[in-house]
């Protein structure tokens, strides 16, 4: 039973670890330009040390898109997070400035965020991948 509810209470902190990704220039990206992608991570209750992350860039065919979880393209970043408070208000995240592959198809393209982190006293480690989709112009 301890370990059932260690488990549940460890699960629980894992949603709450989860970060999200967002384009704050807009979901239109050019081509060959640089472009933000702003990760955010949620304030936790519990400790949670960051490893990293990975940020790549795949085009979708005919409107599919493979998910981010099976593939993140062409990787753009790859490497420390350290999301920071800003703005009085916001949560921490981190603004990574990536260069937008010159001849990736035209088009939806999904950016895709593999997150890492290590959870609670134990150092439990846990992976996610989030996404947001970008236009390619
Ligand atoms: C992150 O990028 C957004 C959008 O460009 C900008 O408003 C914000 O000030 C940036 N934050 C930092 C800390 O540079
Ligand atoms: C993007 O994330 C959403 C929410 O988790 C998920 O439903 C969707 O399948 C993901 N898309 C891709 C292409 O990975």
Redesign the pocket.
């Known amino acids: 039973m301890k370990t059932f509810a260690l488990l549940t209470s460890l699960a629980a902190t894992a949603l709450a670890q989860n970060v999200f990704v967002n384009l704050?220039?807009g979901p239109n990206i050019a081509a060959g330009s640089d472009v933000?992608v702003?990760v955010t991570r949620p304030n936790s209750l519990t400790g949670s040390r960051e490893i990293a992350v990975a940020i790549g860039i795949q085009p979708c065919y005919n409107g599919r898109c493979l998910p981010a979880e099976s593939t993140l393209g062409t990787v753009l970043y790859n490497g420390p997070y350290t999301p920071?408070i800003?703005?009085w208000s916001g949560l921490p995240?981190?603004?990574f400035t990536v260069t937008v592959p010159t001849d990736l198809a035209k088009g939806t393209a999904i950016v895709g965020v593999a997150h890492a982190t290590l959870i609670g006293a134990a150092n439990w480690a846990f992976l996610e991948v989030v996404n947001a989709t970008a236009t390619v112009v």
């Open positions: 704050p220039e933000i702003q920071q800003h703005e995240y981190e603004n």
